[in-house]
């Protein structure tokens, strides 16, 4: 079994920064890749920032490009999302997954592409 905790969430005035982490632990070998996704209230899961390993890739939805930055150790199986200039319309409760299969057929922007998920840090943004 893996397991995947968020750290790093909290209240941050607009404008302002965050830096998630999360790290894995369990029966973890190599991944494939690690994400980010938020869920607003009210909202259906979506899909934030992406680092594949090999070759090291990032992808990130359009409306946190610029502002959001995914790195990662693909040793440590650890993933990290840095967010500046934090708008009110990104609080959301935000989880990191993990992909450890590949799965070249389902887009990477799908929850389904990814094997194990956190329970999720929330992030609120005060206008």
């Known amino acids: 079994q893996v397991q995947l905790v968020e750290s790093g969430g909290g209240l941050v005035q607009a404008g302002g920064s965050l830096r998630l982490s999360c790290a894995t632990s369990?029966?973890?070998?190599?991944?494939?890749?690690m994400a980010w996704f938020r869920q607003a209230p009210g909202k259906e899961r979506e899909f934030v920032a992406r680092v594949n390993w090999s070759p090291r890739t990032t992808y990130y939805t359009d409306f946190v490009k610029g502002r959001f930055t995914i790195s990662g150790d693909n040793a440590k199986n650890t993933v990290y999302l840095q967010m500046n200039s934090l708008k009110p319309e990104d609080t959301a409760v935000y989880y990191c997954?993990?992909?450890?299969?590949?799965?070249?057929?389902?887009?990477?922007?799908?929850?389904?592409?990814?094997?194990?998920w956190g329970q999720g840090t929330q992030v609120t943004v005060s206008s």
């Open positions: 369990g029966r973890t070998s190599s991944s494939v890749a």
């Open positions: 997954a993990v992909q450890t299969r590949p799965r070249p057929s389902v887009s990477y922007s799908r929850s389904d592409k990814y094997d194990y």
